[in-house]
């Protein structure tokens, strides 16, 4: 299959709908285009308007292809929202060959053999992790192909969505006449543009704060160890701020950016300036606040997020042992002071995820999420046009997406 020249990635967020076309260059890969519009159709991560949401992605993609001269034929696109989920599982086998030779047939079927799993009746395996493989009884074995033994056992994470959450998606990029190369729940795209394989490898945990949703992704030994959504993210905050200072959600949002943080600062003589009174005109209107009224609005806000993040954190054992520290991406990274408050709130290092990897995209972590869709199609080395369905997918899923494919 020849290489693809260009690849797209699709962020269909709560807030907006991120597009960004990468062109080879060489070994190197580069911004062709890059738009981000308004997003409707979406409550919480999910698409609810199959309509609406195929109505804003045609948009898009028509705006870019007129920028970039070039017709869009597929995308690597995100999926969201807090119905994603993981559950831990094994599977067992005998080696089939009489060598005790252990095969990539075998691998498969060990990990097929990891479906077998209870999971609720509308909800959907959409990828299967490998933790650890069992030959025998010799445990922690990463690559099982071509070493020996007579019993094979997984143990995996299967990454786990609601189907008719999926179906809505599909069905919104199918209907804007695009291809699907490869559906990426949104923290692993991000994790794909902001990680270092030496974070992965030490134990990381990524944060993603968007709209209406927060995700984290838990990383360790280089693979996915955790992973959950929670229905809370930048948006509460914009509310809150309304609500506390009795002013519309437009003034409140752009009160939340240019005025927000979530702690007070000191001045380098000591002058406490979060006393200071802020003003602000509206048409008729005119608003007067100080930083330490925001604090006291935003700060609460994030840390029931943080709050939510130290309980899985506790749930898997990882509570204050992640040598890698905390990522934050997405549009909520962007408040002032978040990095000090994840470090006194998890007792973590944090650091503000910047996409890289594609040269000449503003390193914003509100942009990590599509970067890393771009990036899962530089990796894969997928055609555009082509439907890829990249990773590690079994033929049952794989059957099931395309009945929603014309
Ligand atoms: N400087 C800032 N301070 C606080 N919040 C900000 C700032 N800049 C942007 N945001 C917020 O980031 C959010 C948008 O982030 P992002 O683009 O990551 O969301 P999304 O991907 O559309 O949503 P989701 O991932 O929840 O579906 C908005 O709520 C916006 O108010
Ligand atoms: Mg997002």
Not at 6 to 20: M, W
Not at 30 to 45: Q, W
Not at 258 to 281: A, N, P, W, Y
Request: glycine share 8%; with cysteine.
């Amino acid at each position: 299959m020849a290489k693809a020249d260009i690849v797209t990635g699709l962020d269909i967020g709560t807030h907006s709908i991120k597009a960004l076309v990468a062109q080879r260059n060489g070994n190197d890969w580069e911004v062709l285009s890059y738009a981000e519009i308004p997003s409707f159709g979406l409550r919480k991560g999910a698409v609810v308007s199959v309509e609406e949401t195929a109505k804003n992605v045609q948009m898009i993609i028509s705006g870019i292809e007129k920028d970039c001269n070039r017709k869009i034929n597929s995308v690597f696109v995100n999926i969201g929202g807090n119905h994603l989920y993981v559950t831990p599982s094994d599977g067992i086998i005998s080696v089939s060959r009489a060598d005790q030779r252990i095969s990539k047939e075998d691998v498969e079927r060990v990990l097929q053999a990891t479906r077998a799993i209870n999971i609720s009746r509308n909800d959907e395996v959409l990828d299967v992790i490998p933790r650890e493989f069992i030959i025998d009884d010799q445990k922690g074995i990463k690559q099982p192909e071509d070493l020996t033994g007579v019993r094979l056992e997984a143990k995996v994470l299967l990454l786990c969505v609601f189907s008719p959450y999926f179906i809505k998606l599909t069905q919104a990029v199918l209907a804007a006449k695009l291809q699907i190369n490869d559906v990426i729940p949104s923290p692993l795209a991000a994790a794909n543009a902001v990680l270092t394989p030496q974070q992965k490898e030490l134990g990381v945990a990524l944060i993603d704060i968007g709209a209406a949703t927060t995700s984290l992704a838990v990383f360790e030994e280089g693979e996915l160890m955790h992973l959950a959504v929670f229905p809370i993210g930048s948006a509460n905050i914009t509310n809150d701020i309304a609500i506390g200072l009795k002013t519309d959600v437009a003034i409140a949002e752009s009160i939340k950016k240019q005025h927000g943080t979530c702690m007070s600062s000191k001045t380098e003589k000591g002058l406490d300036q979060s006393k200071k009174r802020i003003e602000v005109f509206d048409k008729s209107d005119s608003l007067s606040f100080t930083k330490k009224n925001l604090v006291d609005i935003i700060e609460p806000r994030v840390s029931e997020i943080l709050d939510l993040v130290q309980k899985e954190l506790k749930k898997i054992n990882r509570q204050e042992l992640l040598p890698g520290g905390v990522v934050l991406t997405g549009g909520g990274a962007k408040i002032p002071k978040i990095k000090e408050l994840v470090r006194e709130t998890l007792n973590l290092s944090c650091e503000i995820g910047r996409p890289k990897g594609i040269i000449g995209l503003q390193e914003d972590p509100a942009l990590a999420t599509v970067a890393g869709l771009a990036l899962e199609g530089v990796d894969s080395g997928s055609k555009d046009g082509i439907l890829g369905l990249t990773k590690g997918w079994g033929s049952g899923f794989r059957k099931w997406i395309r009945n929603f494919i014309p």
